[in-house]
């Protein structure tokens, strides 16, 4: 069993930067890949980026060259900068391990956090 916890999630105003983190429990961290996914309202939830446990990384065309995915296996932490932030990355943002093949598929992950509140206003 996992337990993630995201932080970092706050009002931001258009083209400001927000860094979110991801604490994970457990001692299996620095073998887990770990993705960022964010859900809007009334929209189904969209993948972000990855990290494998081996440093590769992964983004959304969406998001490629605005964010920037991270971890800290000392400290069990992964992170998300996310820069030149628009009102379309409005979103609750969560945190997932424990993928299958799949990385970039919500339904390939086992554990996830509650979600940290990202809203961009114009």
């Known amino acids: 069993q996992v337990q993630l916890e995201e932080s970092g999630g706050q009002l931001v105003q258009a083209g400001g930067s927000l860094r979110l983190s991801c604490v994970a429990s457990?001692?299996?961290?620095?073998?887990?890949?770990m993705a960022w996914f964010r859900q809007a309202p009334g929209k189904e939830r969209e993948f972000v980026s990855a990290?494998?446990?081996?440093?590769?990384?992964y983004y959304s065309d969406s998001v490629k060259g605005l964010v920037i995915i991270s971890r800290d296996n000392t400290k069990n932490t992964v992170h998300l900068q996310m820069n030149t932030l628009n009102p379309a990355d409005t979103a609750v943002y969560y945190c997932?391990?424990?993928?299958?093949?799949?990385?970039?598929?919500?339904?390939?992950?086992?554990?996830w956090g509650q979600g940290t509140q990202v809203t961009v206003s114009s």
């Open positions: 997932a391990c424990r993928s299958g093949d799949t990385l970039d598929s919500f339904r390939s992950y086992a554990y």
């Open positions: 457990g001692r299996t961290f620095r073998l887990e890949n």
């Open positions: 990290m494998t446990w081996n440093y590769n990384t």
